[in-house]
């Protein structure tokens, strides 16, 4: 199966959707971009005149995936590390250096410790801002919060 | 910044490759083979697609690293201490800052692609230079970057997205019959070469230098440039590069294109403050076109950079 363009409407509005409702990603941010599809993943891509143009079939692929996986919603976490700090409104906490770097080698966080988070925070996908930027996302279960598994 | 020097130098390097470049360099092969070990200073770039060059300032104050900007090159630093504490640094392994040697940035400037372009990066892994076209585009248009090798084009992919690249589709196509149906406004040969420019990686590779890997990759290049030349729009450009200082590689494959193609045609390369950087007048008895003097290459002995040869071409209208 070759990368394609998605077309199906629904499933864009799912994902703007998504993003909106878990993390406030407002959908005009998606304006300015295509999504394309390749099995179950989403990659965005710029919206470019000569894209249409481009033989498909000579295609690996592109960089940026945003799921890893369309239908159970796990967001790819290098992916994630492009947002900015003020796009992102809910479902956020906040590490010190520390946190980030034993966090990012896969050791789980426990929201105790964890000094600095969004009002609005569910179980699910957290995404983890050190200073300005994000490290990455995880999945949170109650109280803990494991390296999320959307591997590019 | 300050270097070290190697007095043997000479000892560690192949007889071969003194025995040609003595003659081309003349009075100044001695201080060129020296600079063959010189440890060169480090270099570090912004990556305006996620940072700002401000927070970069503040980051590199706070890891007490002795920094300064890069007179020839926007959002460019040279580190002279404490590069492990950076090279090591969440800001590096989240993609907000490059490092990659600042000759290596010179092809991306003389390419200079602007936003809305449609950009090609023929030979494009590890994908450091792919990323700053990325960022002059600003992560706008569309760009190509191909690689024929899976392993390194699966790793580049990795490393783009990381450092944030949205513009981007990647390609698995033998560069020198490469095709998507589209021709370009910018394309980047960065060609494979026999890196002796590198020479803060590659004092061991000098060791075991020969002009014959130099012919095998002369052979791939000239295909590589020919082909790249067909895939430019009528008024697009093409900046051929190489971290060689042989000239095989270098004058040569310009040489060979300008005689091959009529429309094909040098430009100057406009660098800031960057001065003594003339490519070869004559190599093996043969004298080149004025036209390659818009070529320019880069020394170690004279810039304290690695070794660099860039070359822009456009392709009339
Ligand atoms: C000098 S490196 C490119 C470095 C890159 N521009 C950067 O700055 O990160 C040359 C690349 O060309 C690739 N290569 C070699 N032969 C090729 C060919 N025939 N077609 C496409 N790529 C090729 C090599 O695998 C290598 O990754």
């Known amino acids: 199966m070759i990368m394609r363009e998605l077309r199906d409407l629904n499933k864009i509005k799912e994902i703007r959707k998504y993003f909106l409702e878990r993390f406030g990603i407002f959908e005009h941010f998606f304006a300015n971009y295509l999504f394309l599809e390749h099995f179950e993943k989403v990659f965005l891509l710029y919206k470019s005149k000569d894209f249409e143009k481009v033989n498909k079939s000579k295609l690996f692929g592109t960089p940026f995936m945003l799921l890893a996986d369309f239908y159970k919603k796990i967001p790819a976490n290098l992916a994630l590390t492009f947002f900015k700090r003020n796009q992102i409104q809910k479902n956020w906490i906040e590490v010190d250096f520390v946190q980030a770097q034993e966090f990012m080698k896969g050791k789980n966080l426990d929201l105790k410790n964890i000094k600095k988070k969004s009002s609005v925070l569910s179980n699910g996908c957290v995404i983890v801002f050190f200073k300005d930027f994000i490290v990455g996302s995880g999945i949170m279960e109650k109280t803990e919060i494991k390296l999320n598994s959307g591997k590019e | ?317």
């Open chain 2, 1 to 317: 910044m300050v270097i070290r020097v190697s007095p043997n130098a000479q000892g560690l390097i192949a007889k071969s490759f003194l025995k040609k470049f003595e003659p081309i360099l003349g009075k100044e092969s001695k201080t060129f083979f020296e600079s063959l070990t010189w440890f060169l200073p480090k270099t570090i770039r912004v990556n305006t697609l996620k940072a700002s060059e401000q927070s970069i300032v503040r980051f590199l104050q706070n890891s007490n690293s002795k920094f300064e900007k890069i007179e020839f090159l926007d959002h460019a630093f040279f580190v002279s201490s404490n590069f492990e504490v950076i090279s090591k640094s969440l800001e590096h392994e989240l993609g907000l800052i490059q490092i990659m040697s600042a000759s290596a940035m010179i092809p991306v400037i003389a390419l200079d692609p602007k936003v809305n372009e449609t950009v090609l990066d023929l030979t494009a892994a590890p994908g450091n230079k792919t990323i700053m076209l990325a960022q002059f585009m600003g992560n706008q248009g569309l760009l190509i970057a191909n690689e024929s090798d899976e392993v390194r084009l699966k790793r580049m992919r990795i490393h783009l997205l990381k450092n944030g690249v949205t513009n981007c589709l990647l390609t698995h196509q033998d560069g020198i019959q490469f095709d998507v149906g589209l021709k370009f406004d910018k394309i980047l040969l960065d060609a494979p070469c026999s890196s002796d420019g590198e020479i803060n990686k590659t004092i061991n590779q000098l060791k075991d230098w020969s002009q014959e890997k130099v012919i095998k990759f002369q052979e791939l290049q000239k295909q590589l440039m020919v082909h790249a030349f067909d895939l430019l729009k009528p008024g697009g450009e093409l900046v051929y590069s190489t971290c060689t200082f042989s000239p095989e590689e270098n004058e040569d494959i310009v040489q060979f294109l300008l005689d091959s193609k009529k429309d094909a045609h040098t430009v100057s390369i406009k660098l800031k403050g960057l001065k003594g950087t003339l490519p070869l007048e004559q190599y093996n008895g043969k004298r080149y076109s004025f036209e390659v003097r818009n070529c320019l290459r880069i020394w170690p002995y004279k810039h304290n950079l690695e070794g660099f040869f860039v070359g822009k071409i456009k392709k009339s209208e």
